[in-house]
């Protein structure tokens, strides 16, 4: 979509922004759409857009996703994840109805925050504060985003893994079209994990390391061990490679089994730093996770920092 189509969109729908950078290279955050970034790469929006959730709000029975880039809390399912809190799968009130604000910018930079009170699927409440800080810069080519995603712990009770597990998560999505496809280092197949559906017929080894295809007819994800240093998307339809590299955790952090399991299940030991997910609607997402602590108290904080690189043969006029 094109930046002008964009911004319009935005502004017709009342939905509150900041831009950062300009029309050539930049990110569009959305303060009061679950804080998602879009990132302009001469002139054109390169994330998914989805219109219809710039009109429609999300309820617990019906999510509209938007697009963009956006951070979620991990894990997704199991006994102590946060999106089936009811009894079913759901995106939480708190994170679909986040308004963000917006604490300070630079020509550069910026730094969102917002409070969201997370209830995981045991039924133990976690408030928090959800912190993106977005850097931005034009190299050789490319638009660079850099993102420090941080959920800070503000409750008043300290918490252990058997009652609580929490990471930032932030989930990039773009549309796959025809020919579009995931890489990652060659790693070994027990480092890789299918969440869904088996992906083994979309996925090759090959010279340069592990090729995933999407499928219009499969729904899939794959979960990375730390093993994975990277991951990539491209479509070559529009010309566009996206790379993400997320830092190493600190020490005392460990990766968690982010994924989309019955709230009655025990979380596995599968640590998860990076992820794959095609939907058969026609986009795909590449995530990356943070780690966490074996017991968290008030202010403690959950960091990712994850480095984007965007590439896509546009005109810069």
């Not at 997704?76 to 939480?92: A, I």
């Not at 390391?209 to 499928?215: M, P, S």
């Not at 058969?280 to 904080?301: H, L, N, R, V």
Request: proline share 6%.
């Amino acid at each position: 979509m094109d930046i002008r189509e964009f911004i319009s969109l935005l502004e017709r729908s009342q939905r509150r922004f900041h831009f950062l950078g300009d029309e050539l290279t930049g990110v569009v955050i959305l303060l009061d759409l679950e804080g998602r970034l879009f990132t302009v790469v001469g002139k054109e929006v390169v994330n998914r857009v989805n219109p219809e959730a710039f009109w429609t709000p999300s309820t617990a029975q019906r999510f509209v996703n938007p697009g963009g880039d956006v951070l979620w809390p991990a894990p997704e399912g199991s006994c102590l994840g946060y999106f089936y809190s009811r009894g079913k799968w759901g995106l939480p009130a708190s994170l679909c109805q986040a308004r963000y604000s917006l604490i300070s910018s630079s020509q550069n930079s910026c730094k969102i925050a917002a409070e969201i009170d997370l209830i995981n699927n045991s039924g133990i409440g976690l408030p928090t504060v959800f912190e993106r800080i977005v850097f931005l810069e034009y190299v050789s080519g490319s638009v660079v985003v850099k993102q420090q995603e941080t959920i800070r712990y503000v409750g008043r009770k300290p918490l252990g893994n058997n009652q609580f597990l929490l990471a930032p998560w932030t989930l990039g999505q773009f549309d796959s079209g025809p020919g579009s496809y995931a890489s990652f280092p060659e790693i070994p197949e027990e480092d890789i994990r299918d969440f869904y559906q088996p992906s083994h017929s979309q996925r090759s080894l090959t010279s340069s390391g592990w090729k995933v295809l999407f499928d219009s007819h499969q729904r899939y994800q794959i979960g990375l061990t730390s093993k994975a240093d990277w991951i990539e998307f491209f479509n070559p339809e529009k010309r566009l490679r996206v790379r993400r590299k997320a830092e190493p955790l600190s020490s005392g952090f460990h990766y968690l089994d982010i994924a989309d399991r019955p709230a009655e299940q025990s979380p596995e030991r599968f640590g998860t730093r990076y992820s794959i997910y095609s939907d058969p609607t026609g986009f795909m997402e590449i995530e990356a996770a943070g780690g966490c602590q074996k017991k968290i108290q008030s202010e403690d904080t959950l960091s990712l920092i994850v480095t984007t690189i965007y590439t896509c043969q546009l005109d810069r006029k």
